[in-house]
Nanobody, 115 residues
Framework: QVQLVESGGGLVQPGGSLRLSCAASGNVFKIHSMGWYRQAAGNERELVATITRGGSTNYADSVKGRFTISRDNAKITVYLQMNNLEPEDTAVYYC?????????WGQGTQVTVSS
């Protein structure tokens, strides 16, 4: 089992920045990729960004150039730096980790972009 604990959400004005963190614990040696997904009210959960153990990244088109995903392999922690936030980025953000058998989810952290 893998446990994921997220932090860093909150309320920010349009154009502002936030940094999300997600720390993994448990059977972390099997994890090959981690990432962030989000779910806005009334919508399905969608991919935001992922990063592999080797550092390869993938982003949703809607966040390219504004969000940056990174990871600290020693701390088994993944970060999401979110800049130039827009009201459309408002959602619950979920951390995700995958091994070759399962995927794991964090409890979610609310990000609200509003003036």
């Amino acid at each position: 089992q893998v446990q994921l604990v997220e932090s860093g959400g909150g309320l920010v004005q349009p154009g502002g920045s936030l940094r999300l963190s997600c720390a993994a614990s448990g059977n972390v040696f099997k994890i090959h990729s981690m990432g962030w997904y989000r779910q806005a009210a009334g919508n399905e959960r969608e991919l935001v960004a992922t990063i592999t153990r080797g550092g390869s990244t993938n982003y949703a088109d809607s966040v390219k150039g504004r969000f940056t995903i990174s990871r600290d392999n020693a701390k088994i922690t993944v970060y999401l730096q979110m800049n130039n936030l827009e009201p459309e980025d408002t959602a619950v953000y979920y951390c995700n980790a995958r091994d070759y058998e399962y995927q794991y989810w964090g409890q979610g952290t609310q990000v609200t972009v509003s003036s």
